[in-house]
């Protein structure tokens, strides 16, 4: 069994052995068989990227066996510079969401805990998987623990926001489904990804499967205007719902355009490029104004988390590699900001069970230390220089200039909104008297919620300071990529 | 002339043999829960399931009762995965009627019944064969409906099926004798060559193919023949609509195959289209009717009629334009749908009935609510139906879904990539009620007086556990049952 095998199935096996024994009355059982999982999860996806060749933009640590005869479907796993640090990084936020439900989940925690283990698997399988039809399996398979964790765990509209957030992201992925089985019956019968990469297609082809795609992808990404699910989904789910949704499952959207739409339909990807830079762009702007008017934190977050995507779906259909690697940087330390973000939403929220941001006022005087470290991601959030979220997005910035200078600078104009929302949220929440005895009595983070905050505050700082581990890895495998998109598919062309 | 060649048959005379011991043996037994005649009727059917098997692996096709009978490999696989369906039904109704009193000696003869028509059917090649298999099965099925016979929606129940299942039967075998009047035979293959000659009135064999799939319809419960689903589903005692939603699925899937296939290939350009018609509105108003309902069993009657249009989906693909290259596909997909489908359906009743023990009925879908927290393992299992009748991998339901889709659009014509757009769009409309269930298990609190009720363990939850299992291996590992189908339905195409 190789090592993404491992990394697929381990969680999920500690999620079925959790969901199998687990018990009410032993939730503290629960959750260190949990938090063992997830580490011993973790800790196996480390080889992948200290043994990774940076050199080559072939699928690294491969599989590949024969799974359905009858279509044959391969059980075909690998991972190339734009894959190997998301599958790090799904392992290690489900560490951080297994830390966080500690002691805020107390009712069903093993089932809790199961789901996110399952989950975390299933997410992996999805950035590992070289195969189309195996691809889609995992893709759809991750609907369900996150309708579950929505529906049981979430807030007070919580089964309105798991049936939107399932069907909307279902109606998308169907049409892909179409999509896959029209590439099948086109390559003579191979589902491998791989192969429809060099397959020729003609233009109305090319066009039908970019759109196809598209629905899907756009949904999970998601883009204006079909984003509406995810401020519903963020708002009613629990902390670690939310953390997952943001960190890593929005990027399997923005993962799928990568792998599907632009080199399976490289024409009609540059054909149709202007569209999607257009909703980007209105994702980037219109978006980061309606953040800017939100009363709830966790909403004003999700907003942001969609004009955040805007950047990522901007910088790729620019097609070159500042813009391609910058998305991918981009989706890396969003993941680790907008993680830190909602984790800060949930530790106000344990404490005082609120949301809105006009029930606080004055955080900082009671909880300094929870405050710095959240004027630290609202700072990354805005895209400060030093952290994380700065060079994804001045990346992209460059990457767009490259291509057009109006567009660079509407885009331009999001750090502008950015800072606005962000700076907002942190004064009306941090700053100020305090006002109310509920914040008065507010206790400042505990060792959890410190190692925590650390942790994520450490992995962003890093990024922003050093974001050279990160491009090597992609560079080689984004230029292929770029090299493959340029060239036309189109039967004789 | 055809020689006897009662090999054949063995299966059928065993089974045959066994109804009417069963029904002789119950005299004499005393027990109150008819353990005896329980076991008895359990171990024939193990019995003629292992036959079934045997013949279907020896994989050879001969014919008997001189010409009247064919052993081939998908008649025996499908009277083999028909015979274990019995015998799982019998094994979750049991507890289910014995607290109903109506555990007596005539369930399980009608039952061996109902299988023995359905075999009859499996391997039928004479229309005349057709049409007793079907009626050996169906009026067996009318008793069993009114089994209990002083409680009203039962009743009524059998009668409209009984009535409606007459008319249907009249439409089949006035089909059947227009065919039997233009090419002269009632046996299928040379039903088969006679069309084949071009030589027959056109006029009188499309009249005889309307009633044909009329009647195909009605049996299948497809729209706009499927008045009868929800009514019988509802009405029958939970056992028997299990017994009704499961075996006789996969029989009517055998005779369509028989009847439209291997006897009127060469008329696939007319049922086709009707086939279109059909599969298309059952998608549509199974979908949407099911959304509408309070009652569980009636749901999951519309959801059969929607799952039965999304099979006849895969039955529309064989034929393109005039080319049988694509037929091993298409209908290999259809009968990897029908059999996947049985598999989830047994398991969704016999949780229904193992939640309605102890003289409680189960049959609200409010009823299920809180189900995670009062039963977390059957709440699972459940799940796991659901989500399989909605075609959300990794379950058995995706596959059979995508076999039907790639049928569709391995076929390389607009028409049916727009058909395939159109059926995963109202399978999308499907995953909303399914999903309903899950909500109501999960994210309802248990209604106050569901609360305190205790959930019985036994053998039944094991066989749901291995039922419920079942969905997901399949699901995870489905290419050994698509290729058993595959290989049957090739056979049989060959010959």
Redesign the interface.
């Known amino acids: 069994m190789g090592l993404l095998s491992v990394s697929i199935w381990l969680p999920i096996a500690f999620g079925a052995v959790l969901?199998a024994t687990g018990r009410e009355d032993k939730a503290d059982s629960a959750r260190w068989l949990a938090l063992v999982g997830a580490v011993l999860s973790f800790i196996v996806t480390i080889p992948l990227i200290t043994g990774f060749d940076t050199g080559t933009a072939a699928l690294q640590f491969s599989e590949n066996l024969l799974?359905?005869?009858?279509?044959n479907v391969r059980y075909h796993l690998g991972v190339d510079g734009i894959s190997v640090w998301f599958v790090l990084l799904t392992a290690f936020i489900t560490v951080v969401v297994v830390v966080a439900g500690w002691e805020v989940i107390t009712e069903?925690v093993a089932?809790y805990m199961g789901a996110f283990l399952i989950l975390s698997g299933l997410m992996v399988g999805v950035f590992s998987a070289a195969d189309g039809?195996l691809f889609?399996?995992f893709f759809?398979?991750t609907?369900?623990p996150m309708?579950?964790i929505i529906?049981?765990w979430g807030g007070p509209r919580?089964?309105y926001a798991?049936?939107k957030f399932?069907?909307y992201t279902?109606?998308g992925s169907?049409?892909m489904?179409?999509a896959l089985?029209?590439l099948?019956?086109k390559s003579g019968g191979s589902f491998d990804i791989a192969s429809w990469h060099k397959l020729p297609l003609p233009m109305p082809a090319q066009a039908l499967l970019f759109f196809a795609f598209f629905a899907a992808f756009s949904v999970k990404v998601p883009m204006w205007p079909v984003h509406t699910w995810l401020p519903d989904a963020h708002v009613e789910a629990p902390t670690g719902g939310s953390v997952v949704l943001a960190a890593i499952m929005l990027k399997l959207g923005a993962y799928g355009f990568l792998r599907f739409s632009m080199p399976i339909a490289p024409d009609a990807s540059r054909e149709y490029a202007w569209f999607i830079i257009a909703l980007s762009l209105i994702a980037v702007v219109y978006i980061g104004l309606v953040a800017l008017v939100q009363q709830d934190m966790k909403k004003l977050v999700a907003y942001s988390s969609i004009a955040h995507m805007g950047f990522v779906t901007l910088g790729f259909f620019v097609f070159n590699e500042l813009g391609v690697s910058g998305g991918l940087v981009q989706m890396i330390s969003h993941g680790f900001v907008s993680g830190a973000m909602f984790l800060a939403i949930g530790v106000l929220y344990d404490r005082v069970h609120s949301r809105e941001i006009a029930t606080y006022g004055g955080v900082v005087n009671t909880m300094p230390k929870f405050a710095a470290f959240a004027l630290f991601f609202t700072m990354a959030n805005c895209g400060l220089p030093g952290t994380g979220g700065f060079v994804g997005e001045w990346m992209v910035i460059l990457g767009t200039v490259q291509a057009s200078f109006w567009l660079a600078a509407i885009a331009a104009t999001a750090l502008i909104f950015g800072a606005a929302y962000s700076l907002w949220m942190y004064k009306r929440v941090y700053f100020g008297d305090v006002t109310n005895d509920e914040v008065r009595g507010l206790t400042d983070l505990n060792a959890r919620e410190f190692g925590l905050m650390a942790v994520l505050a450490i992995a962003t700082l890093w990024m922003g300071v050093y974001p050279k581990p990160f491009t090597d890895v992609m560079h080689v495998s984004v230029t292929e990529l770029l090299k493959h998109v340029a060239m036309s598919k189109l039967v004789g062309g | 002339m055809n020689p006897m060649n009662w090999l054949v048959v063995y299966p059928e005379a065993l089974l045959l043999l066994m109804a009417c011991a069963v029904a002789l043996v119950d005299l004499y037994v005393t027990d109150e829960r008819r353990r005896p005649t329980f076991w008895l009727t359990q171990a024939s059917l193990v019995a003629v399931a292992a036959m079934h098997l045997a013949y279907y692996q020896s994989g050879a096709t001969a014919y008997g009762m001189q010409g009247m009978m064919v052993s081939d490999p998908m008649g025996h696989l499908l009277a083999f995965f028909a015979t274990v369906t019995v015998i799982i039904t019998i094994a979750y109704a049991q507890p289910y009627i014995a607290s109903r009193e109506m555990l007596k000696g005539e369930f399980f003869s009608l039952t061996m019944f109902v299988l023995l028509g359905i075999c009859v059917m499996c391997s039928a090649n004479n229309f005349l064969v057709v049409y007793l298999g079907l009626e050996i099965m169906s009026l067996s099925l009318y008793a069993l409906v009114a089994l209990r016979r002083d409680h009203g929606v039962s009743t009524e129940a059998a009668m409209k099926y009984f009535v409606l299942g007459a008319l249907a039967s009249g439409f089949l075998l006035y089909g059947l004798s227009m065919m039997y009047g233009a090419t002269k035979s009632l046996e299928i293959n040379e039903v088969f060559a006679a069309i084949g000659t071009g030589r027959i009135n056109g006029t009188v064999l499309t009249f005889g193919v309307v009633f044909v799939v009329a009647g195909l319809a009605f049996k299948l419960g497809v729209v706009p023949f499927h008045m009868w689903v929800p009514d019988v589903y509802q009405g029958a005692p939970t056992a028997v609509t299990l017994l009704i939603g499961g075996a006789p699925k996969l029989a009517a899937f055998a005779i369509t195959v028989r009847l439209l296939v291997e006897g009127m290939l060469g008329l696939a350009v007319d049922w086709q289209q009707m086939m279109v018609v059909l599969a298309v509105s059952s998608l549509v108003i199974g979908n949407l009717a099911a959304i509408a309902q309070t009652n569980l069993k009636r749901m999951l009657a519309y959801s059969t009629i929607s799952q039965m249009g999304f099979m006849l989906l895969g039955m529309t693909a064989g034929v393109v334009s005039g080319n049988t290259l694509s037929a091993g596909n298409a209908y290999s997909s259809a009968m990897f749908y029908v059999v996947t489908y049985v598999i989830t359906t047994l398991g969704t009743f016999g949780l229904i009935m193992f939640l309605a023990r102890g003289g409680f009925e189960s049959e609200e879908i409010n009823d299920l609510a809180g189900l995670g927290k009062r039963a977390p393992w059957l709440a699972g299992i459940m799940t796991l139906f659901m989500f399989s009748l909605a075609g959300v991998p990794p379950m058995v339901g995706f596959y059979a879904k995508l076999a039907i889709l790639q049928a569709l659009i391995t076929t390389n014509v607009t028409g049916y990539l727009v058909l395939a757009v159109v059926a995963v769009l109202l399978s999308l409309v499907g995953a909303f009620y399914y999903l309903r269930i899950v909500k109501v298990m999960y994210f309802d609190e248990p209604l106050a007086a569901n609360a305190g009720r205790p959930v019985q363990g036994g053998g039944v939850s094991a066989l749901l556990a291995v039922n419920g299992a079942a969905v997901l291996v399949f699901g995870l590992l489905p290419g050994g049952l698509m290729a058993m189908c595959r290989d049957a339905i090739l056979r049989a195409l060959a010959t």
């Open positions: 969901l799974w359905i005869e009858r279509f069903r089932q039809l889609y399996v759809e398979a609907l369900i309708y579950i529906g049981i919580r089964v798991a049936f399932f069907l279902l109606a169907l049409l489904l179409v089985i029209f099948y019956y």
